[in-house]
């Protein structure tokens, strides 16, 4: 007769499969979850309606057609997208009972987020080039920050970033 330890498997590994997860650090109080509810819908709203003014004056305004503000204009809708990657799901989740989210939503979610990530982090690199050359290279800087250049940074941006989240 075997005996089993409390930390070894009765029959083989374990071959079980995580289908969701549930979140009980939230609150179980009514009143906390609508204070998280007030809190995160107010940050949530004022985030896509700062980020969307801000896209919305540099494309729209001829003066700000200039690479800085293309670049700017790209890092509002990266963190457009950014906030909306689990802000949504994390406010709807306050109004239920049951507070799960899928295995796979999971996944897809931190897929994402690496994925932004790293596509605002190429963002904030190219950036930082941009203000280099307009102070170092002042009368060099529309031929070195052309536009072409300026949609192959942004095209750059997003390969890398999905190439690095593809990579986790």
Known sequence: MKVNLPNEPVNGPNHSVVSEFVFLG???????????????????????????????????????HSPMYFLLANLSVIDLIFGSISAPKMIYDLFRKQKVISFGGCVAQNFFSHAVGGTEMVLFMAMAFDRYVAVCKPLHYLTIMSPRRCILIFVGAWTIGLIHSSAH
């Open 26 to 64: 939230l609150s179980n109080s009514w009143e906390t979850q609508i204070f998280l509810l007030c809190f995160s819908c107010l940050f949530y709203v004022s985030s896509l309606a700062g980020n969307l003014l801000i896209v919305t004056v540099v494309t729209s305004d001829c003066y700000l």
